[in-house]
């Protein structure tokens, strides 16, 4: 937890705008706009109506108020209104440091102690090179029965999406075949793919399945057609069951460059075995999921 931090270099005009005149309301906090810009309506480049969210509007400085808060405090609770609002969603980039010490009339060590609170409770993430963005809501995967990764992002009221890296036919390896039930050197084809959920990676993945029993699989555009339906409708196999084993692992710097990430982030790694009606092996699939947008979730009853 970020301790309690106020800089007195932050005094001023800004202070006495953010001082407990009044007496304190319980549960109550307002934020004014102090300041001339020549543009009354404008915080930021956001227009802002005369009254909305407790804001009254005089200029494009915020001074947030509420007592008894240090200032990097009343910071976060203002960017947390403006989550909650709307005016900042999954994926917006932050105003720079040297933007938001303008807005509140703070010093960069307030910015940053605000900064680092929200990044530290999971609302913000640093994109390194990029700046400092608001982080999506991580997906919860309720474990329990049969699923594919395009349906259960779906459940989730998002997008799916596939990025193709690669597709051939090659000679398995010795790991592929022993996971496929094949003989050593049977041939497979590959599939490679990064997983989408509302265009942001979440997951990089190799699918392998028996060429034999697959031909011309190597040949289907895969960012439309999606690999179990293909499979059901084309090949008339219907995967029906599937052995999943999980580890916690840390991306390479090849995960962390197609997944946006960082290497040695932390990450999940999923092995899974498919399998058809008739219990014959079908894919064999390794994944490695972003741990700061994916995770599982198991619900456990007394038998």
């Known amino acids: 937890m970020a301790a309690p931090y106020q800089d007195d270099s932050d005094v001023g005009s800004t202070r006495r705008s953010l001082s ?14 102090a300041g001339s810009s020549g543009r009354p309506d404008v915080i930021g480049d956001r227009p802002v109506p005369e009254h909305a969210g407790g804001i009254t509007r005089k200029g494009w400085c915020v001074a947030v108020e509420a007592p008894g808060l240090p200032l990097y405090q009343r910071i976060v609770l203002d960017l947390r209104d403006q989550f909650a609002r709307g005016e900042l969603v999954p994926g917006d ?35 390194r090179g990029l700046g400092t963005y608001v982080r999506a809501r991580p997906v919860e995967h309720s474990l329990g029965g049969f699923y594919t990764f395009s349906r259960e ?24 075949a022993e996971h496929l039930d094949l003989p050593a050197a049977a041939v497979v084809v590959a599939l490679s793919r990064i997983r989408l959920a509302d265009d942001d990676p ?24 999606r690999l179990y339906d293909t499979l059901t409708e084309v090949y008339g196999v219907r995967p029906v069951r599937a052995r999943e084993t999980f580890e916690p692992v840390l991306l390479t710097a090849a995960e962390a460059a ?21 219990g014959a092996i079908i894919e064999y699939c390794r994944s490695t999921l972003r ?11 007394e038998s």
């Open 93 to 127: 980039r932050v105003e720079t440091e040297l933007a938001l010490m303008a807005r509140y009339g703070v010093s960069r060590a307030t910015v940053r102690q605000a900064l680092g609170r929200l990044i530290t409770d999971g609302a913000l993430e640093i994109r």
């Open 153 to 176: 992002i779906e459940r989730h009221g998002m997008r799916p999406g596939t990025r193709v890296r690669d597709l051939r036919v090659e000679t398995a390896s010795q790991e592929v």
């Open 258 to 278: 197609v997944l946006g990430g960082a290497r040695r982030d932390p990450a999940l790694r999923v092995e899974r075995i498919a399998f058809d009606a008739a």
């Open 291 to 301: 741990g700061d947008r994916y995770r599982y979730s198991v619900e456990l009853r």
């Open 20 to 33: 407990n005149d009044n007496p304190p309301v319980a549960g109550a906090r307002a934020a004014t706009i």
């Open 202 to 225: 979440l997951v990089t993945e190799t699918s392998y399945l028996p060429a034999g029993r697959f031909p011309g699989l190597e040949r289907v555009d895969f960012t439309r057609a």
